[in-house]
């Protein structure tokens, strides 16, 4: 869940310092017992512009969790101090454009091949010559980096980068450009295209795309972490020369927000 609110300022000053020093101890105490929940993580963050003053991502694997502490975050400062303004609801997922095994194993008997007839065959193992062991050490190793993607796609560890940048998304469907009217290796060929420019990003920015298809209003919701918004910028600048976005993709609202300790938090949004 991708939470975001707005702070009735007006009725917040009408508490009393015992009201407000009380809300925001529930509320501190709250995101420690909702972070300590097991398999749970939640950002909190300021963000830019008054589209929201406070945002969360919350990562559970239970729906009936993440209903309960969604609940529970919207009254923690007291009953409509907090306004709703903006939420999307979506699930990590397996990308369908993975290259499977099989079609790895094609990929490295044609290098191998090739190597082989112009005499660079690579060496894995310098006592060990055999193009069928090449083949197999090289699959253990593509086998061990898809486990850890796979791994990171379904249960990701969020870093606490202190930007952080949200917007759905969808493909188009018009009847000019249809993204589900194009064959499945169509799809794939492209998408490997646009995941290349995104790994030139490695280190740089931490992407999350979760699909939100039956479950809010398009199809995927992508979280961005970064150092500095120059790097959200920059990758979302470059993707959109890309075919995939050119052409066949469509863009909700960008919210950025800055990753903050949750005392600073508190007075970059006025409450402290």
Request: aromatic content about 10%.
């Amino acid at each position: 869940m991708h939470l975001f609110y707005t702070i009735d300022h007006g009725l917040w000053r009408m508490m009393s310092d015992d009201e407000q020093r009380e809300a925001k101890t529930r509320f501190t105490e709250l995101i420690q017992t909702i972070r300590s929940h097991p398999r749970t993580q939640l950002l909190t963050f300021s963000v830019a512009t008054p589209k929201a003053d406070l945002g969360f991502m919350l990562l559970t694997p239970d729906l009936q969790d993440a209903n309960r502490f969604e609940k529970e975050l919207t009254l923690s400062l007291g009953a409509d101090v907090l306004q709703p303004t903006y939420s999307y609801l979506s699930m990590t997922e397996l990308s369908e454009y993975a290259t499977s095994e099989e079609e790895y194993k094609q990929q490295l008997v044609k290098e191998l091949q090739s190597q082989q007839e112009h005499g660079t065959e690579m060496v894995l193992n310098p006592n060990d010559l055999d193009s069928t062991n090449t083949l197999d050490l090289r699959l253990a190793e593509w086998r061990a980096r898809m486990a850890k993607y796979n791994e990171d796609r379904l249960y990701p560890n969020m870093a606490d980068w202190p930007v952080v940048c949200f917007y759905p998304m969808s493909k188009r469907r018009n009847d000019v450009n249809n993204w589900y009217d194009l064959s499945s290796d169509a799809r794939k060929e492209l998408m490997l295209g646009h995941a290349r420019i995104g790994r030139q990003w490695h280190g740089k920015v931490r992407q999350l795309i979760t699909g939100s298809t039956g479950l809010d209003l398009m199809e995927w919701g992508v979280t961005l972490l970064a150092h500095d918004t120059y790097h959200i910028k920059g990758i979302v600048y470059q993707m959109r020369f890309d075919e995939v976005s050119s052409k066949y993709a469509e863009f909700g609202d960008f919210y950025i927000g800055m990753q903050l300790p949750l005392d600073e938090l508190l007075r970059r949004v006025q409450l402290a």
